[in-house]
C-alpha cells in the first residue's frame, strides 16, 4: 500500500511511494506527530540519479523488517535535495562540522523540534568497513533517545548553537580588482593539472565556471596562461569518457584524473554550464571541437531532456538495465570488443576499438570500456567514423535506457534557457532559441505567481509546493537576461526585472548587502542558509550578483548595481583563497571591472540584414559580460535604446560603457574591434 510520498510530485519521493517504510515529506504535521508520539525523526535525503541513494532504498528502506523497526521508533521524512535545497544546505552544514565529511544519502536523526544529534551518510544492511549496520545505528539511537534524552537535548543545543556561531566574516562590500583577480588566476595555476587538465586530483569535475572565469579574464587582459588552461581543460573533457562520445552531453564527474571513467549520471546543470562554456570558448578561439561540443551538448539537451510542456528534466541516472534485469551504472554507454563487432562487423569494429579505445581489458568493469578519444594518430576517414557512430547510437537506443528524473527545476532551466539561447544565436540554430523560449514561457506560466514570486519545481504541468530560492532567481534572470539580448524581446527583460525586484526585497541584508539562499519569508529552518561558494552550479549569492550587474547594464538601474557590487564582496575575500570554488563569482567580477560593456544596436527592423550583422557581431564580443540590446530607434522595450538613432539611414551599433560611449558605428569589423579590445 503506498505511503504519504504518494501524492508528491518529486521523483525521487515517488521511488519511495510503495517503501514499506511509512514515509513523510518535510512538512510541519510531520514534526507535530514526532511531539504527539514522542519519537525522534529520521531525516533522509537524497535525489533521484542518485546511486547510493537507490542502494541504500534497496537493502533498507524496501526491506520489511527494518522498515517495522523504522515506524515503530522513529518519524521518517525523505526529502528530495533538488526540491529542499535550503533543508539540505542546512543539515549537510551539520553533518560535514560534525564528520568533516557529507555526501548523499544523508541519513541525520533530529528531535521534534527539527535539531539534529547525530548524522550519517550510507549505512549498509551489515557492518561493513568499519562502518555499523544501519539496523544498529538505528538501535543505538532509539536506546539514547529513551534513555538519555537529556544527553540528547544537550547534544542538538550544542550543535545548533555551533551552527549559529558560524557566521563568517565576507569581507566589505567593496568588489575585487585587478589585484585580487590576477591572485585568483595565480591560485588557478598552482592547482592546474597540466598533464590532463582541469584542476587537482580524482574524482575530477567539469570545471565549468572557473573556465568562464578564465576566458574573460583573458578577454580582458590578455593573459595567454588563462586562455591555455581553459583551451586544454576543455579539450581533455570532450576526448575524455566524461563526454558521451555518442549522444553527446557530460556525465556529472570523472573518478579518475585523465577524465576516462565518469559517474555516468547526465544532470541538466552539468550540461547548460557546459554547452555555455564551449560556445563561449569557440567564440574565443573559432575552435571546431569547441563548436561541435557545444551543439551536440545542446542536442543532447533538447533531445533527451526536454519535456513535454517544454522544459527541461533534471537529470538522467546512471544506472539502467544491463539487458539480465540488473540495474548496473554505465550500463547504458559501456562497450567491450565483441559487442563492437556485433553492431559493426570485424574491420569496422576493429577501426572504431582503435578510435574510441575500446580494448580487450577494458577501462571500465568487467571488461568493458568507456568509449574515448584518445589522441589519434594519422587521419582517419571522417565520413567513416560519422557512419560508425550513427550506428553504434542507433544500437545503443535499443538497450534499456537510464531512468529520468523529470521534474522542472527553475534555476537549472535558467541555465538551459541562457545556454541555448545563445548557442542557437552563435551557430545560426533558430531551433535552439526557440527551445529557450519554450522554457522561459513555461516558467512564467507555470512557476511565476501573480506577484512574480518563483516556484522551485513543476512536474507534468503541475507546480510543486516549494518556494524558489535564491539560485531559482538568479538563474532565471540570467536566462531571461540572455533571451533578451538573443531575441530583442524586451518582455524577458521585463521578467528579469520583476524577479530581481524580489531579490531586493526579500534576498539582501540591508545592512551589510550580503545574501541569504532563502527569502525573509521563507519557512524557518535551524539556521538560514547563507553560502555564496560555487560547487556543482553558480551559488544562489553569485548567480544573483550577475544577473544584477546585467540588469544594471541594460537599464542604468543604481540600486542594482550597488547590490551587484556590495555582493562581490565576498569574491574580492574568498576568490584569491580558494578560486576552483567561487568561479562565478569570479567571472561577474571581471564584467564588473571591464565594466560591462553596453551595446545597443537600431535598424529598421529585426529582419533586416544589417541590422541582423550587426546584431549578431555583438553577441559574439568577447567583452567580459557584455549586455546587448537590438531594436528600432522608436523601440521602448530595452532603455539602452533610447535616443539612439540611424546613422544617414544605417543600422548602427552604440557602445558605452563606465557613463562613456563610443562613437556609433555601422562597421560589422569596428564593433568586433570595440567588443574585443
Not at 164 to 189: F, K, N, V, W
Not at 201 to 208: C, I, M, T, V, Y
Not at 514 to 535: F, G, H, K, S
Request: charged fraction near 25%; include cysteine; glycine fraction near 10%.
Amino acid at each position: 500500500m503506498p505511503n504519504r510520498l504518494a501524492h508528491e510530485t518529486s521523483p525521487y519521493l515517488l521511488q519511495h511511494a510503495d517503501n514499506p517504510v511509512d514515509w513523510w515529506p518535510w512538512s510541519a504535521e510531520a514534526f507535530e506527530e514526532a511531539r504527539k508520539s514522542n519519537k525522534p525523526v529520521l531525516l533522509s535525503v537524497g535525489y533521484s540519479s542518485c546511486h547510493w541513494c537507490h542502494v541504500m532504498a534497496h537493502e533498507s528502506f524496501e526491506d520489511h523488517e527494518t522498515a517495522d523497526y523504522l515506524n515503530a521508533h522513529f518519524v521518517n521524512i525523505k526529502v528530495d535535495r533538488e526540491e529542499r535545497p535550503d533543508v539540505d544546505a542546512v543539515y549537510m552544514e551539520a553533518v560535514q562540522a560534525a564528520t568533516g565529511q557529507g555526501g548523499w544519502p544523508m541519513t541525520v536523526f533530529l528531535t521534534p523540534d527539527a535539531e539534529p544529534f547525530y548524522f550519517g551518510t550510507y549505512f549498509p544492511p551489515a557492518p561493513r568497513h568499519g562502518m555499523p549496520s544501519f539496523r544498529q545505528v538505528l538501535e543505538g539511537v532509539h536506546s539514547a533517545w529513551t534513555d538519555r534524552r537529556e544527553e540528547v537535548a544537550d547534544v542538538a543545543g550544542k550543535i545548533v548553537r555551533d551552527l549559529a556561531g558560524r557566521e563568517i566574516s565576507y569581507g566589505g562590500t567593496e568588489a575585487p580588482g585587478e589585484q585580487e583577480l590576477a591572485q585568483a588566476l595565480l591560485g588557478l595555476t598552482r592547482e592546474y593539472d597540466p598533464q590532463r587538465g582541469g584542476f587537482a586530483g580524482a574524482p575530477k569535475f567539469p570545471p565549468s565556471m572557473v573556465i568562464e572565469f578564465l576566458l574573460r579574464h583573458h578577454a580582458r587582459t590578455g593573459a595567454e596562461g588563462a586562455l591555455q588552461m581553459a583551451q586544454d581543460t576543455c579539450e581533455r573533457m570532450a576526448r575524455g569518457g566524461i563526454y558521451d562520445q555518442l549522444g553527446g552531453g557530460f556525465a556529472r564527474y570523472s573518478v579518475d584524473r585523465d577524465w576516462v571513467v565518469p559517474h555516468f549520471e547526465k544532470m541538466l546543470y552539468d550540461n547548460a554550464l557546459l554547452c555555455r562554456v564551449y560556445a563561449h570558448l569557440w567564440r574565443a578561439t573559432g575552435s571546431e571541437l569547441a563548436r561541435r561540443v557545444a551543439l551536440e551538448t545542446a542536442d543532447f539537451m533538447v533531445r533527451e531532456l526536454r519535456t513535454n510542456e517544454g522544459g527541461f528534466a533534471s537529470a538522467l541516472d546512471a544506472d539502467s538495465d544491463d539487458g539480465t534485469g540488473k540495474h548496473v551504472e554505465g550500463a547504458y554507454y559501456v562497450w567491450t570488443p565483441r559487442q563492437l563487432r556485433e553492431v559493426l562487423g570485424d574491420d569496422d569494429a576493429e577501426l572504431a576499438a582503435r578510435y574510441f579505445g575500446v580494448t580487450e581489458e577494458g577501462t571500465f568493469e568487467h571488461g568493458s570500456s568507456v568509449l574515448q578519444l584518445p589522441q589519434q594518430d594519422g587521419l582517419v576517414d571522417a565520413e567513416k567514423i560519422t557512419g560508425i557512430r550513427q550506428r553504434l547510437l542507433d544500437s545503443r537506443s535499443e538497450r534499456p535506457a537510464p531512468g529520468r528524473d523529470d521534474k522542472i527545476v527553475a534555476a537549472w532551466n535558467g541555465l538551459a534557457i541562457a545556454a541555448l539561447a545563445e548557442t542557437g544565436a552563435y551557430f545560426d540554430r533558430p531551433d535552439l532559441v526557440d527551445a529557450a523560449l519554450g522554457a522561459a514561457d513555461l516558467l512564467v506560466r507555470l512557476h511565476l505567481d501573480d506577484a512574480a514570486r518563483l516556484a522551485r519545481t513543476s512536474k507534468d504541468g503541475h507546480v510543486g509546493a516549494n518556494a524558489g530560492v535564491l539560485e531559482d532567481y538568479g538563474d532565471v534572470a540570467e536566462g531571461f537576461l540572455a533571451l533578451a539580448s538573443v531575441t530583442g524581446e524586451g518582455v524577458w527583460l521585463d521578467f528579469a526585472g520583476f524577479l530581481l525586484d524580489h531579490v531586493l526585497a526579500r534576498f539582501v541584508d540591508e545592512e551589510s548587502g550580503t545574501l541569504y539562499d532563502t527569502a525573509a519569508d521563507a519557512e524557518r529552518l535551524i539556521r538560514r542558509p547563507q553560502d555564496p561558494t560555487d560547487n556543482a552550479a553558480p551559488s544562489g549569492w553569485s548567480a544573483a550578483a550577475g544577473a544584477l550587474l546585467s540588469y544594471a547594464a541594460q537599464t542604468g538601474s543604481a540600486p542594482h548595481r550597488a547590490a551587484a557590487e556590495k555582493a562581490l564582496g565576498v569574491v574580492k575575500a574568498l576568490g584569491p583563497r580558494v578560486p576552483r570554488f567561487i568561479g562565478w563569482g569570479l567571472a561577474v567580477a571581471e564584467a564588473n571591472l571591464d565594466g560591462p560593456r553596453e551595446v545597443a544596436v537600431v535598424g529598421p527592423g529585426l529582419d533586416d540584414k544589417a541590422t541582423q550583422t550587426l546584431h549578431r557581431t555583438a553577441l559574439l564580443g568577447t567583452a567580459p559580460g557584455a549586455v546587448v540590446a537590438v531594436g528600432t530607434p522608436e523601440s521602448d522595450e530595452f532603455p539602452l535604446l533610447v535616443d539612439r538613432p540611424l546613422q544617414q539611414g544605417q543600422p548602427a551599433a552604440y557602445v558605452c560603457r563606465n557613463f562613456t560611449c563610443d562613437a556609433p558605428t555601422t562597421d560589422p569589423d569596428r564593433l568586433r574591434t570595440a567588443l574585443s579590445s
